[in-house]
């Protein structure tokens, strides 16, 4: 069992920066995957985003490419996403999750999620 629990989140300008933490408890964390995704208002959750056991691969989305970084601390047990050159379109709560392979959680195959966290940006 892992279980999965995101800070950082808040408000922030267009164009600022933000910097969430997933932090994770359990056992071997350097085994899963670790990917955020995004759900804002009335939409549907969507993948930001994944790294590798080892933080050697990373994958995004389009709308994020360029702007977001992953990266992960297993001495840590901790995953981060950078975010800058917010957008008022990345208004969303954010969740980190864990899943098996990269390809699984671009499907959202994901084996445990976080609770989530606000980000707003304002215009």
């Known amino acids: 069992q892992v279980q999965l629990v995101e800070s950082g989140g808040g408000l922030v300008q267009a164009g600022g920066s933000l910097r969430l933490s997933c932090a994770a408890s359990?056992?071997?964390?350097?085994?899963?995957?670790m990917g955020w995704f995004r759900q804002g208002s009335g939409k549907e959750r969507e993948f930001v985003g994944a790294i590798s056991g080892r933080g050697g691969i990373t994958q995004y989305a389009d709308s994020v490419q360029g702007r977001f970084t992953i990266s992960r601390d297993n001495a840590k047990n901790t995953v981060y996403l950078q975010m800058n050159s917010l957008k008022v379109d990345d208004t969303a709560v954010y969740y980190c999750a864990a899943g098996q392979t990269l390809r699984a959680l671009q499907i959202s195959k994901v084996n445990y999620w976080g609770q989530g966290t606000q980000v707003t940006v304002s215009s």
């Open positions: 359990g056992r071997a964390f350097s085994t899963y995957v």
